[in-house]
């Protein structure tokens, strides 16, 4: 599949067939993979393969709380977890709030699940200074996140990026024995998508590019 091809067709697949994914077909995503682009090369990724009931389960356990803070959020109109505007929905509003069933069983009843990792100790992270959320660090292992989502297009498959886990990133590292360095950085549910979209809606390059300055004229090409 010609590339520019997989960039404008790999869209977030939440809902799969019954068809394997197979360890052959896993080897082949992750061997391309892992050509991503990484700080100093440092290629600070682990990949925890799922398969196991009992572990999609307690993956689903996790993942609850913050899912259940995500709807309550979306419900009142707020952009969820935002830094920058703090939520107003309260405690209560969230305890009342339902995850819909069909939500969890898209990330967890995927035909396989990969949990991404990163060793914090081998990435830069030059925003570490900074009065915010610190973003930098990701330039080391979301590059190879999306790999793996570009892979998969390749391949026939579809999967979506997910970070539900990572509210209770403690209770992930029980589940799975993840040593204390090793930070989450993605759960990707894989598999074959009940329906392959091939227009995506994304912005125009316009919208969101600029000539020399922030307030410069828009790039326009030919």
Known sequence: MELY???RTTFAAREFTDMPVTDAMLQRILENARFAPSGGNRQGWKV???RNDATRQGLADIMAPSMQRYVAQV?????????????QVSDADVENTAVPQQMLDNLTQ???????????SVVASFDSGLDR???????????FVWNILLAARSEGLGGTLTTFAAGQEDKLRELIGVPEEMAFAAMIP???????LTKLKRNDVHSFTVLEHWNGEN????
């Open 75 to 87: 419900k009142a109109g707020e952009a969820p977890f935002n830094t920058i505007n703090p939520s």
């Open 219 to 222: 790039l326009v090409g030919s």
């Open 110 to 120: 995927a035909p396989v699940i990969l949990l991404v990792f990163v060793d914090l």
């Open 133 to 143: 959320v610190g973003v930098i660090s990701g330039a080391s292992i979301y590059p």
């Open 5 to 7: 091809e997989v960039m």
């Open 190 to 196: 894989l598999g074959q998508p009940v329906k392959q």
């Open 48 to 50: 925890v393969v799922v």
